[in-house]
């Protein structure tokens, strides 16, 4: 990741959130309860909307993002523990999360399927998974475009997937998804999982 994307992170999304987008993004958060994981936690702009987690551990494997994350921490108002570590290579036992919430991350995961797979190992049965991100466009023009855009679009925004399946990704890796609401002609999905595993 370049010096200057973390920088510019926060400014580039802030028309958004001031949006429906900001409504969306802060009731996934905000419905995160007791032991939580957050997934590619970045600049921490999830952590003032927790309010009923007992505890929110936040993976980021940027230490640029991580360092602006730790001003966000003084916000908070549950603890907040950061990690930077990888989605794909979690450092948590088995079973030991309640909830696992990941927003506008899986678009950049080099390994998308091995980082699921840790999330099932790591969230408890019958952990809530949630999930913000930007996805592959149903219709077809829409997506034609994204595809011609992809490669400009991930070398400018630091391996940035515009077109990523996010959902068949979440379906095929086990975790059950029980609802879906989307936002912006389906660019945004606003996702509930389970983790059903025994």
Known sequence: MTSWFPTLYDLAMKPLETTRFKQLRTELVRSARGQVLEIG??????????????????????????????????????????????????????NTFDTVIATLVFCTIPDPMKALAEIRRVSKPGADVLFFEHVQMKQPILRK????????WKRV????????DTLSLIQRSGIEVKSVESLYATLFLSIHSVNTKH
Request: glycine share 4%.
């Open 145 to 152: 475009t994204q595809e011609f855009l992809n490669p400009f």
């Open 41 to 94: 936690s970045g600049t921490g702009v999830n952590f003032p909307y927790y309010h009923n987690a007992e505890k929110v551990t936040a993976v980021e494997p940027n230490p640029l993002m991580s360092k602006r994350a730790f001003k966000r921490m003084k916000s908070t108002s549950v603890p907040v523990e950061l990690h930077e570590t990888t989605a794909e290579s979690l450092p948590f036992a088995d």
């Open 157 to 164: 925004c630091d391996g940035c997937n515009l077109n990523r």
